[in-house]
């Protein structure tokens, strides 16, 4: 048994006396999340009590690990010049390693993670995000979404394990007990998102309506939240979209009745984004919300408004108290009380050679072999190679979104190595690099093609939503790109980088082998370990395949538990050199 279960008294009365001299202002101030930068000034964060601070899109804290710290300093010492002196969280959407710091180790987006089935794995590598993310003065992260994706046409596919309930259950207990230690005080505060139900909107729609019944909820989407809250996960996040007509984020029946009274979370329920701003503050926190993110310019309003409803008895005193019960409990068991300061001995471990190693591992085993005709792989070290395609010289672009911005990158970023790097440190040939096609080298033996999505996040992902900038093909450009090389009659090997699966019948039909690396992050040349055979393909799809466009025709995508459509490729499905 979790020792979370177990009711830690010394605790609870540290958190009540604690909470018995707090005036209504200083609680309110505990639920006010603000950006580090122009939104607070420091001066503010003692005068408004502010409990927490969000690093997301934006302004850096500093120009390295040093200065971030440094910046967070002044505002927890700020925090611990108020009256009670309770200090800050910061918290940062280190979704893939602390992926906001350049330099940091980025490890494969979820997706790959739950193609590796791997739970140590899972768990190792979200120490080490737990390990950076504290080096540059975070103890709060807003990981693991643990959506069950049901449409690939959703731009956050590949932020979720899998569209298998049990895989994504039991990734998320890993994930948790390595963000947050295997006792406490936690390393850091990890978060279960999007609370409920964002990746089974109709049609696939970020911040849509969920039409699924209670009991299909209860059956596929809640025993993640169960498996975290058991591992003592220590927030849980609303999510924007609509749970048949209802806004999850005012949802007291699904946030206050279910989540926090039948399961037992006694943790914080942070808000999305500025969700206040949606649905108002006064339903947000009236339906259970605990903590409110992004309060920006209008923080004067919001915390006016907050007590005026208080006041007026529109908020119950007694969900206030209930809020900063749940913010003071989590501050003692991240440590702050003990120590709120961040540790500059972290800084050294940044990116440190054993992080990528374990990064490397996961690339390796995130690859899914989907086709291997008359043994094209494993790739000769003596073969002449090609490699084709921007995707395979661009460490921005094989990382997805989240990565250094919030919409990803298409740049090399820092200490990252790129899939050409990798397979030229195998290859005992000249490997010829084509950036678009129009190298046209001669007597070459295979062609590495990389293709794929360029990195998006969120709303700006989905397929046919308001953005409407991705596609469930390949597009037309990458589709010439191989159909190139299939004509000239070279032998042809597909790398896809992608958040999801594609609609990539013809393609996997024209190559001799076809790899989905999803988005592996900063250790590209574990692709080519296993391209070359050091090391042999493990990964099996997350995700059914979908063999045409015809598969969308409905709410949802081609998935395992629905035979009304015969996916390309079953979930499970993948080759290996045996
Ligand atoms: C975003 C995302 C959420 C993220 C938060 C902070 O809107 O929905 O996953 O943690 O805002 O960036």
Redesign the pocket.
Known sequence: MDKKIKTNTLLEQKVDSLLAQMTLDEKIGQMTQVRHFDDITLEDIKAKYIGSV?H??GPLPGNDATEWQDKFIDMQEQALDTRLGIPLLFGV?AVHGQNTYEGATIFPHNIGLGASRNADLVEKIATITAIESKATGFNWV?SP?VAIPFNEKWGRVYEAFSEITEITTELTKASVRGHQGLTEPFTVMATA??FIGDGATDFGVEGGNTTLSLEEVQQRLLPPYQAAIEAGVGSV?AS?NKLDGISMHAHKAMITDLLKESLHFDGIVVS??KAYSRFGETEIINAGIDVV??VDGDLGMFQEGVRNAVLNGVIPQSRIDDAVRRILRQKFRVGLFDNPFPDKKLIKKIGIKKHREVARQAVRESLVLLKNDNDTLPLRKASKIVVVGEFGDNTGLQSGGWTVNWQGTTENYKDATSILEGIRKFSTQEVIYDHDGSANPDNVDVAVIVVGETPYA?FFGDIGGEMNKYQLTLSDAHQKLIGHYVEKGIKVVVVLISGRPLVVTKQIEQSNAFVAAWLPGSEGDGIAEALFGEYDFKGKLPHSWPKSEADYNGKYGPNFWDSGIKPLYPIGYGLNYK
Do not use: L, P, R, S
Request: with cysteine; charged share 25%.
């Open positions: 969000i997301t899109q959407d807003f979404c998102k999007h996040m924007f999305d984004w993110m992004a969120e």
